[in-house]
């Protein structure tokens, strides 16, 4: 999982040397926000699917200033909001309004409003009244729906680092094991 991290992920110099960073410079040397090890990483793809829902262009400077926050993964965090795109947004906020329906007993007889066509000059003000017409299910439902998201990737995450590190050692035993049988 490690050299998957590295692999795809930018390093701390190359993060520290962004000059759009350079006034939170000084709170990014703790070594957690850096270190590829299960608790981090779990922490960050937690707290970046979290964020992934928050409306707009923040979720990445939240993603990021959590992740500082709670000293977890800061390029883990970051990278995992980029599930929320223009093709799942939509999809993951209908789910996240039927959770709030379901949650807050509104009538199921209330329709969704269709999603208006989007143009590129003002795709966000199309966008954005569209969701305040989705009202009060979609406001209890999207931290529902994060929660969710962000327990989940952290199990998985956990789960998952620990299969791997129970398989490699197997297979390194398994190696041991024949070597001393064959030679």
Same mark, same amino acid.
């Given at each position: 999982m490690r050299k998957f991290f590295r692999n795809h992920l930018p390093s701390r110099e190359g993060v520290l040397q962004n000059r759009w960073l350079s006034p939170l410079r000084q709170w990014?040397?703790?070594?957690?926000?850096?270190?590829l090890h299960?608790?981090?990483?779990?922490?960050g793809v937690a707290i970046g699917l979290f964020c992934g829902l928050i409306p707009g262009p923040l979720q990445m400077l939240t993603a990021?200033?959590?992740? %500082?926050?709670? +000293?977890?993964?800061?390029?883990?965090?970051?990278f995992a909001t980029l599930y929320t795109n223009p093709f799942t947004v939509v999809p993951l906020?209908?789910?996240a309004h039927k959770i709030g329906i379901w949650?807050?007993?509104?009538?199921?007889?209330?329709?969704?409003?269709?999603f208006p066509e989007v143009r590129w000059h003002d795709w966000f003000?199309?966008?954005?009244?569209?969701? %305040?017409?989705?009202?009060?299910?979609?406001l209890?439902?999207?931290?529902?729906?994060a929660a969710g998201l962000a327990l989940l990737g952290y199990v998985i995450v956990?789960?998952?680092? +620990?299969? %791997?590190?129970?398989?490699?050692? +197997?297979? +390194?035993?398994a190696r041991k094991h024949h070597r001393s049988c064959n030679g």
């Open positions: 990014l040397h703790h070594p957690n926000l850096w270190h299960r608790r981090s990483v779990a922490g990021v200033l959590l992740a %500082m926050l709670w +000293r977890v993964n800061l390029p883990v965090a970051a906020y209908l789910l949650v807050t007993g509104a009538s199921n007889g209330t329709a969704v409003p269709v003000s199309t966008v954005w009244e569209w969701l %305040m017409v989705l009202g009060q299910p979609l209890v439902g999207l931290p529902i729906l956990r789960l998952g680092w +620990r299969l %791997m590190v129970i398989w490699r050692w +197997r297979s +390194r035993a």
